[in-house]
């Protein structure tokens, strides 16, 4: 069995956090003792703020393509260099 960290709620609305077996559904309130469900919690999202893109996924996106611009500039600048001594070759 795996443990986790789920969150309960009690009969008086107490939110409580513990780390149990995930087949477990109900657990002890931290505050008042009484038996706690597992409820489902809000995932904690952060969007960028004027895209709404992901900030890891759009700065990892960037970096990838400057990394391609950037090897594709210098495979090119090669390229035309063999080509100029080549042609000064002949």
């Given amino acids: 069995m795996t443990k986790r960290i789920y969150e309960f ?4 609305d107490h939110i409580t956090e513990s780390y149990i077996d995930s087949e477990l559904r109900t657990s002890n309130c931290k505050v008042c003792g009484q038996s706690a469900i597992r409820i489902i919690s809000k995932p904690m999202v952060k969007l960028e703020g004027v ?34 001594i080549f042609h000064n070759a002949y």
Avoid: S, Y
């Fill in 9 to 12: 709620i009690c009969a008086d």
């Fill in 51 to 84: 895209t709404g893109d992901f900030p890891g996924a759009a700065m990892q996106w960037e970096r990838k393509r400057n990394e391609k611009i950037k090897a594709r500039t210098k495979e090119c600048r090669l390229n035309h260099k063999h080509i100029v």
